[in-house]
């Protein structure tokens, strides 16, 4: 406060003379103009002294007499950020990205209580991020990329517990480790730090495994999933007594060691550290996260890899589940978390609640599980077991430990994405010989057994074309969703008819989004080979793009795949015939061939008559997915941008 006094003193004495008249705010912001050395466009030339308010002035926003933003994006500014704008006790946005400021970023923009954006990137800024910009509590938007900040990352920025969208860091001369604090930002923000001088090993954290390697490229002394590069492997540590030198020379003895204790790299002090620290970093993003006590007991496994095909409902593995309870022995090896806020099912109810087969697919069974006393469900997706997951004899502890990673690395991908057309991860459940993802339980059936009928509902009336509208609508939604809300750029891989699923009011549903990655995540030997390659889940021939066919293991999995897939699915809801290989190419030659649109129409809805020009321009869309071309297909984006104007009156 005295601080700020003496400073506001400080401005009155220099701009007395003639501007007795000018707020504090104005004050403040010509001490900018003062510290601007070049000013090529004139961009403060209006900002005057002798004005009674800022107000008015370039790139200034007020609310109630106050400077609540300051927005000079590109201007090509030079000079330096001189305290006095923590004067501007109203601001709430400060965004100068694409000009040449240089020196420090100064500390004492940590007053600035209510900022809620920041955006000082693309200028010549140098010096350490002040720690002190942690205090910014309300801040939503943070990025300091490109300029030439060094220094460590100070832990303080990973608990703004307002961040969203993206925290970039990229492009700077950042060195130093990545603190595990930083393990703490919110579930929901990606993190760039790329093209830096960080080092040393990321840490092993939920929010960091989930970002990606792109966050992290560009730093040579960065190692450790999700990177490629693995971390070095320390020689024994001579502070860990080892009481049986023979055993611990024995490479299965790491089977039944606690993943902490697996990775012997640190004095045991600064383990426990590790581990509390890491367990509250866990604990703050997991609602619920515990595991099994484990009982000793000898067989590791191998024989438990005979349920898999022995169990026809949920029951079969609510006897198996207590099974690998007392079987395991692996402390950590065994994980049940929820990603869902609201979801407190705790798994020996899960388990012991009653289930139905619902879906049978190459990844595995759908199961709808009845918990609770209301009418409550979730459905279960229960992964099956790859063959050839049998860990080598030997070094299977680190290949366990490896496994499990990359499954909550998965995991929590697919928990990250929530939208309305997409259906929700609740929570996801871990053990060696058995996956589960908890899901949102979605009552009415597939799209596919909606347009063909099918054991769910073989009488249900035909859909209506508003309804097949509004169905296909809400799917682009969900896609183009998926394909953009992570910096990852994911893909769904395996959109087909019976991957949507419907709600009571006929809603979509995207399910199946990440199983591919994850099951071919489990068939990993190795975490550092994951991203080299990704099995394409197996599709009906009809939903898979020209590009992906006949090639043994060619991925499908890419965005314009996706768009290929749904635009047979539009093709499908349309015509009401089933994808099979020959739909697309069918409704192509009626098209070329200028045969009635009544040949080619589903017959349910040629009493419709008022749908024709709507149900033109959806053939119109579903060719444009369907190109065989992939450069030639529209983004999602553009889809669901098209699908919007055909609904429109
Ligand atoms: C800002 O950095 C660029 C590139 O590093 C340099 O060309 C330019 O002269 C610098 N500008 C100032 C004002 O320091
Ligand atoms: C971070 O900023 C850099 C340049 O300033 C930009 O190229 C990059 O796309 C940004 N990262 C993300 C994830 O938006
Ligand atoms: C990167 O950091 C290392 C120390 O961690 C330092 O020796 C090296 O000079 C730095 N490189 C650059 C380009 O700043």
């Not at 949102?440 to 035909?462: C, F, R, S, V």
Request: charged fraction near 20%.
């Amino acid at each position: 406060m005295a601080e700020e006094a003496v400073l506001v003193l400080l401005l009155l004495l220099l701009f007395c003379s003639s501007a007795a008249a000018l707020t504090t705010d104005g004050l403040a912001l010509l001490a900018l103009k003062s510290a601007v050395a070049v000013d090529p466009t004139g961009a403060l030339s209006a900002w005057l002294d002798s004005d009674d308010s800022p107000c008015g002035w370039t790139g200034v926003t007020c609310r109630l007499d106050r400077v609540s933003a300051l927005d000079l994006p590109d201007r090509a500014l030079s000079g330096y950020l001189p305290s006095e704008l923590s004067l501007l006790s109203e601001l709430e946005s400060l965004t100068l990205p694409g000009n040449q400021f240089s020196g420090p970023i100064p500390a004492a923009l940590a007053a600035l209580r209510g900022l809620t954006e920041l955006d000082l990137s693309s200028n010549n800024l140098s010096g350490p991020i002040p720690p002190e910009l942690g205090q910014l509590t309300s801040l939503a938007h943070l990025d300091l990329s490109s300029n030439l900040l060094s220094g460590s990352l100070p832990p303080s920025i990973a608990g703004l517990s307002h961040l969203s969208g993206v925290l970039n860091l990229s492009c700077n001369q950042l060195s130093g480790p990545i603190p595990l604090e930083f393990g703490d930002i919110p579930v929901d923000v990606s993190l760039d730090l790329r093209q830096n001088n960080l080092s040393g090993e990321i840490p092993q954290v939920g929010p960091l495994l989930s970002q990606g390697p792109t966050a992290f490229a560009g730093n040579p002394g960065l190692c450790g999933f999700p990177l490629k590069t693995p971390c070095p492997v320390p020689q024994q540590d001579p502070k860990i007594p080892q009481p049986n030198p023979s055993l611990g020379l024995n490479p299965s003895d790491a089977t039944a060691r606690p993943i902490i204790g697996e990775k012997r790299r640190s004095p045991a002090g600064t383990v426990m550290i590790l581990v509390v620290v890491v367990l509250v970093a866990v604990a703050s993003i997991f609602v619920l996260q515990w595991q099994f006590r484990k009982r000793r007991s000898a067989g590791e496994g191998k024989d438990s890899k005979n349920e898999k095909s022995s169990s026809p409902s949920f029951g079969g593995t609510i006897a198996g589940g207590s099974a690998i309870e007392d079987r395991r022995e692996g402390h950590a090896s065994e994980v049940y978390a929820a990603v869902d806020e609201g979801f407190g099912l705790e798994l020996e109810e899960l388990l012991r609640a009653s289930a139905y087969v619902v879906g049978k697919s190459r990844n595995g069974i759908v199961y709808k599980v009845v918990v609770g006393r209301g009418p409550s469900a979730v459905a279960v997706r229960r992964l099956s077991e790859n063959d050839d997951v049998d860990a080598p004899p030997g070094g299977g502890g680190g290949d366990e430990w490896r496994r499990r990673r990359a499954f909550e690395t998965e995991a929590i991908a697919i928990g990250r994405a929530k939208h309305p057309n997409v259906v929700r991860l609740l929570a996801y459940y871990y053990a060696p010989d058995e996956r589960l993802l908890i899901y949102e339980y979605i009552p009415n059936g597939t799209l596919h057994a909606a347009l063909h009928g099918g054991p769910l509902n073989p009488t249900a009336p035909a859909l209506p074309w508003t309804a097949r509208l509004n169905i296909l609508q809400g799917v682009a939604r969900g896609l183009a969703y998926l394909h953009e809300f992570s910096p990852r750029k994911h893909a769904h891989g395996g959109i087909t008819s019976s991957k949507i699923l419907l709600d009571d009011e006929l809603r979509p549903h995207i399910s199946g989004f990440g199983v591919a990655r994850i099951v071919s995540s489990g068939q990993q030997k190795l975490a550092h080979s994951a991203s080299k390659k990704l099995v394409s889940p197996r599709v009906a021939a009809g939903y898979l793009p020209p590009e992906a066919r006949g090639l043994a293991g060619a991925s499908s999995l890419t965005q314009r795949g996706d768009v290929y897939a749904f635009g047979v699915v539009a093709l499908e809801v349309v015509t009401g015939r089933s994808a099979d290989a020959e739909l697309e190419e069918w409704v192509r030659r009626a098209f070329k061939e200028e045969r009635p649109l009544s040949e080619v129409v589903d017959p349910a809805l040629l009493h419709e008559v008022h749908a024709k020009r709507e149900v033109l321009a959806m053939f119109h869309v579903a060719l444009g997915c369907t190109e065989a071309d992939p450069e030639l297909r529209p983004r999602m984006r553009a889809v669901v941008e098209s699908l919007d104007r055909i609904g429109a009156p």
